[in-house]
């Protein structure tokens, strides 16, 4: 096969009617959104002809009330900057997880313990309070999620926030180093050197807007000053562990199933400034990295720093990557700003989102492993699918069974392609007919992603689209529309609409998991709190100096404590341990006009620190419905002039 034939985009007959968009086209990328809108009267859901066979949606549209959902969501909430748990197949919200900016609710980043996670300026007040969740991913063991963490980032402040799946807790944020715009991430699936680390040890994270390194303000306008970094955290202890510098941009990532390989999409190969400039060329490139001699050059100190950062950063540029038996990096041609790079079931390819052209690229992953030992001349070779599948291609969802679900941004729509014919027609059998269904959505949707698809156990059931527009799907509520997830059936051949759900904006990736692969604890162990009051009777006011120390517990309908007595500008710590050991006996403490709120789970303590400024009565009372004297359940604060 020539490497021409092997880098033309190939065309389904009948569906190839449109090429690559380009610049003009997209010289007003929301004019081509408005007018791409289907009318209202195309709003009700594409009747799709009864398939063969029993689908998951036969009986389950909507759950009795009582029953329990078959499978996990974790979403994540966009500039929201919180992380939310769905149920599946009904798509009721259970849960947002706090994570970079504040919450009222349980009161994170008012108590000492979340601020600590968040992080604080010398003040003690927090670094940041917004955040921009986009990519979520569980931990692995065995190709499939153990149930142990989950991670998500924040593109506006460039950090990684860690979930623990016992808890449903953030218990860990890393805030990268000499990046900007951190959008992908993707834990490692098994270690590239030692067989028996079959589990997550490693998250990598892409950065999709270059920067000066190091970003001082003196280089600002040396265009080859500017890079970006995919940086490498570590699972367990969550510091940075290395980075590599790299051409062009990172945008999402994907892991390979045996721990060898990890990459990255890149829209702007031409390291432009302004968008024209980033979509210039008709090819970008999906960028793999070789883990094992990335550590290796690492371990070998072939490594530089930047700026304040002590974090090793080895040298992915094509110029130091020539030679494919040393290469850390190569660069997989790819069609024209591509967008989301997705790992299939069967572990054998990623597949790279067309986004500007209407094509989806399946890249092999043996054959890319095979250039990085020599043995495949032009790495466009593993290119082994180049196909047309509609307009707007961003990412792709998988079923087990060999077919890919991928949305189609600009055309509204679902596709389902099949990946093995596919390849026989980009290989030349044009008979081979690999769209097999298309699926009207609204509207506009960007993620989508199937129960266990990012697993080996991918079951093909379920799949839920991220439509970024929802238009007149439901009751207008003023200018800020919700977010329309549709729930649509995979089971059978064809792709069923089973239900839209409004979502607060804006969800960007999810994944959806079996309900058995994680074990919630609803109760928390007393243990786990150092500072925790075990006995109300330690309960009082400990003075030293300025400082006072308020230690107080709550069991319903009572704090510990009926009242207690501070002065004025004394700093004080309100320790609280809820000693209700009942499931769902959530308390909560507020203080009027000191701004403080926050709960205390069954056994969990939380504490805030603050300057008692104003003197006076301060009723405290309880914010969580708790008990039938759940309004009496109050104390008094007396802060003397
Ligand atoms: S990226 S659809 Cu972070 Cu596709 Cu949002
Ligand atoms: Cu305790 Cu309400
Ligand atoms: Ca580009």
Redesign the pocket.
């Known amino acids: 096969m020539t490497q021409d034939k092997q880098l033309k985009p190939t065309a389904q007959a009948g569906i190839g009617r449109r090429s690559f968009i380009n610049t003009a086209a997209l010289a007003s990328l929301a004019g081509v959104v408005a007018c791409t809108e289907k009318p209202s009267s195309a709003a009700a859901p594409v009747a799709s002809a009864p398939a063969a066979g029993a689908h998951a949606s036969d009986n389950v549209t909507h759950l009795k009330p009582g029953e329990l959902d078959t499978y996990y969501e974790l979403s994540s909430g966009g500039h929201n900057g919180d992380m939310r748990v769905l149920g599946i197949p009904s798509g009721r919200e259970l849960h947002r997880i706090p994570c970079f900016v504040p919450d009222a609710l349980v009161g994170w980043g008012i108590t000492n313990e979340s601020k600590k996670i968040m992080g604080t300026k010398p003040d003690g007040s927090l670094k940041y309070t917004v955040g921009d969740t ?2 979520i991913h569980a931990s692995y063991k065995d190709g499939n999620y153990d149930g142990r963490y989950a991670w998500v980032n924040d593109k506006i402040n460039g950090r990684l926030a860690r979930l623990r799946l016992d808890y449903f807790v953030c218990d860990k944020i890393t805030e990268i180093p000499n990046i900007q715009g951190f ?1 992908g991430i993707f834990p490692d699936k098994a270690d590239p050197v030692d067989p028996k680390i079959n589990y997550t040890t490693r998250v990598f994270c892409g950065a999709e807007f270059a920067i000066p390194l190091p970003n001082t303000g003196a280089d600002v306008n040396k265009p080859e000053k500017y890079h970006s970094l995919f940086s490498c955290v570590d699972a367990e202890s969550m510091e940075m562990r290395w980075q590599v510098l790299i051409d062009g941009n990172c945008d ?1 990532t994907a892991t390979s199933y045996d721990g060898k390989l990890a990459a990255t999409n890149q829209y702007n190969t031409e390291n432009g400034v302004h968008y024209e400039d980033m979509m210039s060329a008709e090819r970008d490139a999906c960028l793999f990295f070789n883990i094992a001699r990335v550590e290796q050059a690492v371990k070998d100190g072939k490594f530089k720093t930047y700026g304040d950062s002590k974090v090793p950063v080895v040298d992915g540029t094509h110029a130091a990557n020539k030679d494919p038996k040393t290469a850390l990096t190569a660069y997989v041609s790819v069609p024209k700003n591509p ?2 790079v997705n790992a299939s079931p069967d572990a054998k390819y990623f597949i790279c989102a067309g986004k500007l052209s209407p094509t989806v690229t399946v890249i092999e992953l043996a054959k890319v492993l095979d250039w990085f030992d020599g043995k495949l001349e032009k790495l466009d070779a593993a290119i082994v699918a180049e196909v047309e599948v509609g307009l707007g291609p ?2 792709t969802a998988f079923d087990g069974r060999g077919n890919a679900y991928t949305t189609l941004f600009l055309d509204s729509q679902m596709v389902k392609w099949n990946v093995a014919t596919a390849i026989k027609f980009h290989a030349g059998d044009k008979t081979a007919k690999y769209v097999v269904d298309r699926l009207d959505v609204q509207y506009q949707p ?2 989508v992603n199937a129960s266990q698809s990012e697993t080996r156990a991918a079951d093909g059931k379920w799949m839920v689209v ?1 439509c970024k527009f929802s238009k007149d799907r439901f009751l207008p509520v003023g200018p800020l529309h919700p977010e329309n997830e549709q729930l649509i059936d995979i089971s059978g051949e064809k792709m069923v609409l089973v239900a839209d759900h409004p979502a607060r904006g804006e969800p ?2 999810f994944i959806i998991f079996k309900r058995d692969l994680v074990r919630p604890k609803q109760v928390y162990a007393l243990e786990d709190f150092p500072l925790a009051t075990k006995d109300p009777k330690d309960s009082g006011v400990v003075r030293n100096g300025k400082k006072v120390t308020v230690r107080l517990t709550s069991q319903a309908p009572a704090f510990s404590l009926r009242e207690f007595t501070v002065k004025k500008g004394d700093e004080v710590t309100l320790i609280l341990t809820n000693l209700d050991k009942v499931e769902d006996l959530t308390h909560g403490l507020a203080i009027p006009k000191y701004n403080i709120q926050f709960v205390v789970n069954p056994l969990e303590t939380a504490s805030v620190t603050f300057l008692a400024d104003k003197p006076g009565v301060f009723w405290f009372y309880c914010t969580n419905f708790c008990h039938a004297l759940h309004l009496e359940m109050r104390s008094r604060m007396i802060v003397e002039a």
Do not use: A, M, R, S
């Open positions: 986009h990519h959008h999402l967008h989301g961003l990412h960007g993620h991220g960007h990736d």
